[in-house]
């Protein structure tokens, strides 16, 4: 038990969401502080290099930074991600770099570093946890240490812990929602404007909500990842993106989309994993009075129970400040479970 010292965090990627951690923690020190929990970012590292300040560094004045670090006179640029990992005296690194699907890294390294380094970690990248979740748990566990990666799957809308500390009492029997704000927005957008998947998809990526590549989210992969970390994580499985049947949205017409709606349904993207090891990711039809029948850029998860019955959420599933609060919701776990006095 560290008492009332502070915690120490370091953010290593630097970019959308590490930026919305650190915002975050501005914006929540004063109430955080009143229950005891001293929070101090006292380092941060993006490609270009390092910043470290063991009193903690001024985050207002990182805040109102646009860009990278680089434009950042204070900046150490020999000073590489690991150095900072390794070397700097903290508590919890927040990784929040790039998503790689084929390896991991940078993240994967990242992570294994501190872990074995005894410090704990709270991601919101999907790669490492996906290709390898078995081997960070156990090394997190060999070091007695934690490993969170709540905002890997649904942003803002809780399902990692929600499932695993709320719903603890019960057998969750399958998992199933809208876990891509990209694919949702597209299907939305095709039932309002009835236009085709092509003008959808170019209005998402001039809004900023599909990226310039968007094959990781339209064909259903971004989705099928979330599923791999649902059921590693929550079932106990070992599946890989290979056990997912995977179909995206990219062959919905605007025929089908008129179809479905004229019988009472909307098209979703739907994953769902289920106790008895399937995993799949395909265009489905919801009701329109369903609760899963959400719009826009917002997710929904379904959870079924044997206790509780069904069990839905939604939120927002994207967006710097929304990742940023599962973020913070599992650096306060961590507070509240070993350091909170
Ligand atoms: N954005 C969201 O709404 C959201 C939601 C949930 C989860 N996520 C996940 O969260 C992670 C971060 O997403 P993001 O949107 O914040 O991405 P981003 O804006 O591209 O930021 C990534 C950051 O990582 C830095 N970086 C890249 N390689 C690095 C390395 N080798 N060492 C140190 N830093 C490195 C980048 O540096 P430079 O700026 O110098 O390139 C950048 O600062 C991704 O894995 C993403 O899938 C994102």
Partial sequence: MRGANPIRVIIVGFGVVGRGVARSMLMERERMLSTGMDLRLVGIADLWGCMVDEGGLDIAELCSLDGVLARKTSIDKNMSSYDLIEKADYDILV???PTNKDTGEPGLGHIKAA???GKHVVTSNKGPIVLAYGELSKLAEENNVR????ATVGGAMPIINLAREALAGNTIISVKGIFNGTCNYILTRMVDTKLPYEH???EAQELGYAEADPTYDVEGYDTASKLVI???TIFGMNSKLSDVEVMGITRVTPEAIKLAGDSGYSIKLIGEVSRDGSLSVAP?????NHQLNVHGTLNAALIETDLAGEITVTGKGAGSIEAAS???GDIASIWIELYKT
């Fill in 115 to 117: 872990l074995k380094g």
């Fill in 200 to 202: 959808a998809l170019s």
């Fill in 147 to 150: 490993l969170c990666y709540e």
């Fill in 230 to 232: 649902i059921a590693n």
């Fill in 284 to 288: 489905r039809m919801v009701p329109k």
């Fill in 326 to 328: 599962a973020i913070m």
């Fill in 95 to 97: 990784e929040t770099t």
